[in-house]
């Protein structure tokens, strides 16, 4: 799937080409467009490159959008020790995704509105937030010890990140996306147009993430795992099998400009 993914952004590229040895005119017009999806909010502009191709350059954020409050996960009251009393803490799950992205949209016919779509999307790892809550006092304290860094609640709460690299980092993700939609990013027979698109992007294998402490009072992020929280291992495991790939779906509203 990345080699296809890989070849289907090179195709696009191509395109591009073409269509400016072609003589065809190139950034004669601009648009701005905002959306609304599975990936967040959005606003993007938009130039055309040619009669086949339009460019979409934009930002994106879901953060804090949409909640869901898992009741059942319980952590030991004493962290680092299984055998003690299981106490129950809630999970208040929404998303956490943030990023940049530019999106090529390839019309196989120059009057009409549907197109592909192949490009990536650029910045945080992260795309689902976690944060447990009401967590016993010694997680203020003495929390979880990661490979040197403690990772500690504050006033009995702890955020926690889903974050996937794509084919990037674990500091910066390059996530590839390719989809199909109708719609024109650069209306062509009036000033608005609507756009839908339906594709994916591809996430790689997620991981939990917390802030850590090091002895020096270095802070950064560091991968927690079943070995600090049971039950949450085997939440992200079974997350793990579908996040691979993000749905995408939105809609868009754009406006020409010039």
């Known amino acids: 799937m990345i080699i296809q993914m890989k ?24 648009s701005v467009g905002a959306g609304v999806g599975t990936d967040g909010l959005s606003l993007e502009v938009a130039a055309p490159l040619g009669k086949y191709v339009d460019v979409r350059a934009g930002y994106g954020t879901a953060v804090g959008l949409i909640g869901y409050t898992v009741k059942d996960l319980s952590v030991p009251e004493h962290p680092g020790s299984r055998s003690s009393y299981e106490t129950p803490v809630p999970l208040r799950i929404t998303l956490g995704m943030s990023d940049a992205r530019l999106l090529f949209n390839l019309y196989p016919s120059a009057e009409k509105g549907f197109h592909f779509t192949v490009g990536a999307l650029f910045g945080s790892p992260a795309f689902v937030r976690g944060t447990l809550s009401d967590l016993p ?6 929390g979880f010890d990661v490979d040197g860094y403690l990772v500690k609640a504050k006033d009995g709460v702890l955020v926690t990140e889903l974050c ?18 109708f719609g024109r990013a650069v209306p062509t027979s009036s000033r608005v147009s609507f756009s839908f698109d339906l594709g994916a992007a591809y996430q790689g294998q997620p991981g939990l993430w917390a802030e850590g402490e090091g002895i020096t009072g270095r802070v950064k992020k560091v991968q927690l795992t079943g070995d600090q929280i049971e039950d949450l291992g085997e939440v992200i495991e079974e997350v793990g099998k579908y996040a691979a790939f993000w749905p995408v779906l939105t809609f868009r ?6």
């Open 7 to 30: 070849k289907a952004v090179l195709l696009s590229l191509a395109a591009l080409l073409l269509s400016a040895s072609a003589g065809a005119q190139v950034f004669n017009h601009l």
């Open 137 to 142: 006092a010694d997680y203020n304290t003495v």
């Open 164 to 181: 996937a690299p794509g084919l990037g980092g674990s500091g910066f993700a390059v996530k590839p996306y390719v989809g199909i939609g």
């Open 253 to 258: 509203l754009y406006v020409k400009l010039f």
